[in-house]
């Protein structure tokens, strides 16, 4: 049974930073392309970055790009969202994603975690 758990998020003021982590168990999380997607009150969920098996490549969209970097570590079976410079409309749910193949996971992710709350006051 595949489990993606995320922690670390939280209230921070605008300006701030965070880290959030996932966790993922039940696969060889080294065969696991990992995505970061997010979604606000009343919008639909969107994809905010993923980064490939070994690390070695990471895609952001827009809106983020130059704040926020996606990591890895496959000894620890974790992938980490280091946020900087945070806006309020970062606010959101933030949920961490799993799948064999890149292109899937971009838009139809085969594992989701339960998501983690940011919330960026001004």
């Known amino acids: 049974q595949v489990q993606l758990v995320e922690s670390g998020g939280g209230l921070v003021q605008a300006g701030g930073s965070l880290r959030l982590s996932c966790a993922a168990s039940?696969?060889?999380?080294?065969?696991?392309?990992m995505g970061w997607f997010r979604q606000a009150p009343g919008k639909e969920r969107e994809y905010v970055g993923t980064?490939?098996?070994?690390?070695?490549?990471?895609y952001y969209t827009d809106s983020v790009k130059g704040r926020f970097t996606i990591s890895r570590d496959n000894a620890k079976n974790t992938v980490y969202l280091q946020m900087n410079s945070l806006k309020p409309e970062d606010t959101a749910v933030y949920y961490c994603?799993?799948?064999?193949?890149?292109?899937?996971?971009?838009?139809?992710?085969?594992?989701w975690g339960q998501g983690t709350q940011v919330t960026v006051s001004s």
């Open positions: 994603a799993a799948d064999r193949s890149i292109t899937r996971l971009t838009n139809t992710p085969a594992y």
């Open positions: 039940g696969l060889t999380f080294s065969n696991l392309n």
């Open positions: 980064i490939t098996r070994t690390g070695g490549t990471t």
